[in-house]
């Protein structure tokens, strides 16, 4: 199956970031919890060379928090600095703003000695679609923050966020797209549902899904549906259809309509809290990638 890329005005979007990085001390990352590293675009480091970086894992309350654990630390290793929040309710937002300290100590004591106090660091939140950006937006900057608009010659046409005497948001999230040549990373954004489904053949992407939960997740689709079937993608989806009674009107099994179901369920964490990736899969496929270029 391929994997849409988002419509249109990428280079215009790239362009404006760009152009709005060069403004800001901080880059508050956001990424889904469930896929880490699908989520997250490599070119912004390209884009972002020299800002301080903080690492949101975002959704957390769907993700599998022994996998979010792992993927803390990964990503710590190499040198972000990383937090975990579910931004629809507020949980863990409370801690950003020691965070985004943490990531601009250097910066801050810099202006400590310079005589510089009291000048705000200046934040913008990036992330691919529907990872969560307005909301983040709308519970870290809360009602109380006043919109500080323009700042003649400096930050022309931008609006500032101020959120107290320490941080301040460009109001205007960057929008980043997945890297989507990698089918597998495509396939993760579609099993989270940030693919327009009209595009896809659900019964397809079921059949992944379920390949996927019996290796990683063996006893969570027994657990929901009752399915026996271990093995054969088919046979599960045709459990769940005749567990769920999705039958077409002469009585057979739909199958898409189980699909649907499936992947429904999956999309609002129904089946339980899981991960699509773990850190090992990036490195065994970069060894893998290592080693066939050694081959060559
Ligand atoms: P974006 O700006 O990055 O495109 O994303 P946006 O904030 O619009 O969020 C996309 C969807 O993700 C919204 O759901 C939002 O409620 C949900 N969401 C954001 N953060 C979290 C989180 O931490 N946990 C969970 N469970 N959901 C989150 P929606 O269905 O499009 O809207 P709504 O029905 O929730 O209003």
Same mark, same amino acid.
């Given at each position: ?18 152009? =709005? ?59 972000? $600095? ?43 939140? $990036? ?39 320490? $941080?301040? #948001? ?5 929008? #980043?797209?997945?890297?989507?040549? =990698? ?25 992944? #899904? ?24 088919? $046979? ?25 179901? #499936? ?17 090992? =899969? ?15």
């Amino acid at each position: 199956m391929q994997y849409q890329w988002y419509p249109g005005h990428m280079f215009k979007t790239k362009k404006q970031m760009q152009e =709005d990085i060069r403004f800001i001390d901080v880059i508050l990352e956001l990424v889904d919890a469930r896929i880490p590293y699908s989520s997250k675009n490599p070119e912004i480091d390209k884009l972002a060379t020299n800002k301080s970086r903080v690492l949101l894992f975002n959704k957390e309350d769907m993700a599998d928090p022994k996998a979010t654990d792992r993927w803390s630390r990964y990503y710590e290793e190499r040198g972000y $600095v990383t937090a975990r929040l579910n931004s629809k309710s507020g949980s863990g937002v409370g801690q950003i703003q020691e965070k985004i300290k943490q990531a601009c100590h250097e910066k801050l004591e810099r202006d400590r000695r310079r005589g510089i106090l009291n000048r705000p660091l200046r934040a913008m939140i $990036v992330g691919i679609p529907n990872v969560g950006k307005s909301t983040f937006i709308n519970s870290f900057a809360g009602k109380a923050c006043t919109k500080t608009g323009n700042k003649p010659g400096v930050t022309k046409g931008k609006q500032w966020i101020r959120l107290n005497k320490t $941080v301040e #948001l460009l109001d205007t999230p960057g929008i #980043l797209w997945p890297k989507f040549e =990698d089918q597998r990373v495509g396939q993760n954004i579609a099993f989270i549902g940030s693919i327009n489904d009209d595009i896809l053949n659900p019964t397809e992407l079921a059949y992944e #899904l379920c390949k996927f939960l019996s290796k990683r997740y063996p006893d969570s689709l027994k657990e929901k549906y009752e399915v026996t079937e271990n093995t054969n993608a088919l $046979v599960m989806l045709e459990q769940i259809a005749q567990k769920r009674a999705c039958r077409k009107k002469g009585g057979d099994l739909d199958l898409e309509r189980a699909a649907i179901l #499936l992947l429904d369920d999956f999309r609002n964490a129904k089946i339980r809290k899981i991960t699509l990736e773990l850190p090992e =899969d990036i490195l065994n496929e970069n060894s893998k990638g290592e080693n066939q270029k050694e081959d060559q």
